[in-house]
């Protein structure tokens, strides 16, 4: 029978007590994560915004606002989570009026010992967070989903990019 492979909990010590991950030893590499999510909205909400008839603003200019300083705040929020040199940050939004969605997509770069997959989920989910909170004095069934990783570079793991689409 074969032995099953134990994976090593790199965020506990031999005590089980937390600890950040001991990156001192890891090359400086070029980091790339893309992450995308979506907002779904009332025809009237998806209307309001593309029009930027909202009475906060413009949604979607805030929101990348929002998004890149969540990326640039993932270490404050996320335990655990190493802080960065982030070199860019860049967050677009695909309109689809057909089904009144949002799409958030989201690149984070950085040079750095640990990867940005974190960074660029966060700048995606504070995006959404914020269409949220600017449009729902009118909409209160906003639906935020499918927030995943597309794709990451750099590092001892290599390359990886997501298969399918959510």
């Given at each position: 029978?074969?032995?099953?492979?134990?994976?090593?909990?790199?965020?506990?010590d031999?005590?089980?007590?937390s600890?950040?991950?001991d990156?001192?030893?890891?090359?400086?590499?070029?980091?790339?994560?893309?992450?995308?999510?979506?907002?779904?909205l009332?025809?009237?909400?998806?209307?309001?915004?593309?029009?930027?008839?909202?009475?906060?603003?413009?949604?979607?200019?805030?929101?990348?606002?929002?998004?890149?300083?969540?990326?640039?705040?993932?270490?404050?929020?996320i335990?655990l989570c190493?802080?960065?040199?982030?070199?860019s940050v860049?967050?677009?939004?695909k309109?689809?009026?057909?089904?009144n969605m949002?799409?958030?997509?989201s690149?984070?770069k950085?040079?750095?010992?640990?990867?940005?997959?974190m960074?660029?989920?966060?700048?995606?989910?504070?995006?959404?967070?914020?269409?949220?909170?600017?449009?729902?004095?009118?909409?209160?069934?906003?639906?935020?989903?499918?927030?995943?990783?597309?794709e990451?570079?750099?590092?001892k793991?290599?390359?990886?990019k997501?298969r399918?689409?959510?």
């Open positions: 029978m074969k032995k099953k492979k134990v994976m090593k909990l790199t965020h506990f031999k005590k089980w007590k600890q950040m991950v990156v001192s030893g890891k090359d400086v590499t070029m980091r790339l994560a893309r992450a995308s999510g979506r907002v779904l009332k025809p009237e909400t998806f209307k309001m915004i593309k029009n930027k008839n909202i009475s906060k603003g413009d949604v979607l200019e805030v929101a990348r606002l929002a998004g890149i300083m969540g990326a640039k705040r993932t270490s404050e929020l335990p190493h802080p960065l040199k982030i070199t860049n967050i677009d939004f309109l689809d009026n057909k089904i949002i799409e958030i997509q690149t984070v950085a040079n750095d010992k640990t990867g940005v997959e960074e660029a989920l966060a700048a995606v989910s504070i995006a959404a967070l914020t269409i949220y909170d600017m449009c729902k004095s009118v909409d209160r069934e906003i639906e935020i989903k499918n927030i995943f990783l597309m990451k570079s750099g590092g793991s290599g390359h990886f997501r399918r689409n959510s």
